[in-house]
């Protein structure tokens, strides 16, 4: 069936960077944007980036933008997400989403990410 799993988070000090990656399988990966969302402790899961099935188009939070960029390989059926600067307010629980216009959606079990100050 449909799995998807996100790898690359960990500790990492305020004003670092870290890559996260998830691979997709079991779908057709160019049939779906790709989406990264958060959840911090105590709080609601909130959108971070998001990239069309083409690559061609990207979304971000205002939380993100200057700082996140995401991307993919369809090639890999891998999208990434990459993080500079980061600010002890990134630390949450972050998951990859799947989604082909407004069909299910398909989720990652999750990486945790915690910025130092």
């Known amino acids: 069936q449909v799995q998807l799993v996100e790898t690359g988070g960990g500790l990492v000090q305020a004003g670092g960077a870290l890559r996260l990656s998830c691979v997709a399988s079991?779908?057709?990966?160019?049939?779906?944007?790709m989406g990264w969302f958060r959840q911090a402790p105590g709080k609601e899961r909130e959108f971070v980036a998001a990239i069309s099935r083409t690559g061609h188009n990207t979304y971000y939070a205002d939380s993100a933008k200057g700082r996140f960029t995401v991307s993919r390989d369809n090639a890999k059926n891998t999208a990434f997400l990459q993080m500079n600067m980061l600010k002890s307010e990134d630390t949450a629980v972050y998951y990859c989403?799947?989604?082909?216009?407004?069909?299910?959606?398909?989720w990652g079990q999750g990486t945790q990410v915690t910025v130092s100050s």
């Open positions: 079991g779908l057709p990966f160019s049939n779906y944007a």
């Open positions: 989403n799947a989604r082909a216009g407004h069909s299910n959606d398909y």
